[in-house]
């Protein structure tokens, strides 16, 4: 399976910049996309950006300017940088890959998502 671990969430005020990781391990083969969704409290689970393996990014129009993702191939890291942060950007941050990867009993997947469990972002003076 594929392991995915988020960092560096925490508390900030309006304006503020930070910064999340999201490392991969497992028996991983390949990692064709990488990003960050994201849940409100009371409101449905977003996406927020996201990478390919050909580059590409993609970004929600309420980050647009504002966030900013960027991939470490080798380290099979994401990273999100976040600035001008907004209250409404209070969530909890969730990292997702599709990836080809074997379990540990040596069955292949092709194109299968994983998740993070999250990380807490709060804005708020």
């Known amino acids: 399976q594929v392991q995915l671990v988020e960092s560096g969430g925490g508390l900030v005020q309006p304006g503020e910049s930070l910064r999340l990781s999201c490392a991969a391990s497992?028996?991983?083969?390949?990692?064709?996309?990488m990003g960050w969704y994201r849940r409100a409290p009371g409101k449905e689970r977003e996406m927020v950006a996201g990478t390919t393996s050909g580059g590409s990014t993609n970004y929600a129009d309420s980050v647009k300017g504002r966030f900013s993702i960027s991939r470490d191939t080798a380290k099979n890291t994401v990273y999100l940088q976040m600035s001008s942060l907004k209250p409404e950007d209070t969530a909890t941050y969730y990292c997702?890959?599709?990836?080809?990867?074997?379990?540990?009993?040596?069955?292949?997947?092709?194109?299968?998502?994983?998740w993070g469990k999250g990380t807490l972002v709060t804005v708020s003076s």
């Open positions: 997702y890959a599709n990836a080809d990867y074997s379990s540990t009993y040596g069955r292949m997947y092709y194109g299968a998502d994983s």
């Open positions: 497992g028996s991983i083969f390949s990692i064709h996309a």
